[in-house]
């Protein structure tokens, strides 16, 4: 199993910047791809930004040129860079990783819990 464990969500004023961090843990083989997500109130779970074990990143077009996705150098570690942030961006922020349990395994799609974001006019 992998745990993935969100922090650095917050309240910010429109124009700001946040930053994101997602720790995974657990038992696992290896972890592929990461990647950010995002739900507001009363909307689906939209994708945010990913990047691959290899460092290839996709973004919404809605956050092009303004969130910057990125792995840490610490062990399956993944990163939101958020800046210029709209009231529009507000809403449950979710980590996401794709991993293989074992050497050959199918790969699986593991969820944090999520941190609330939170940009005001």
């Known amino acids: 199993q992998v745990q993935l464990v969100e922090s650095g969500g917050g309240l910010v004023q429109a124009g700001g910047s946040l930053r994101l961090s997602c720790a995974a843990s657990g038992t696992f083989f290896r972890i592929n791809d990461m990647g950010w997500y995002r739900q507001a109130p009363g909307k689906q779970r939209e994708l945010v930004a990913t990047?691959?074990?290899?460092?290839?990143?996709n973004y919404a077009d809605s956050v092009k040129g303004r969130f910057t996705i990125s792995r840490g150098n610490a062990e399956h570690t993944v990163y939101l860079q958020m800046n210029s942030l709209k009231p529009e961006d507000t809403a449950v922020y979710y980590c996401?990783?794709?991993?293989?349990?074992?050497?050959?395994?199918?790969?699986?799609?593991?969820w944090g819990q999520g941190t609330q974001v939170t940009v005001s006019s």
């Open positions: 990047i691959t074990s290899g460092g290839s990143t």
């Open positions: 996401n990783a794709i991993a293989e349990r074992y050497y050959g395994s199918p790969t699986y799609s593991y």
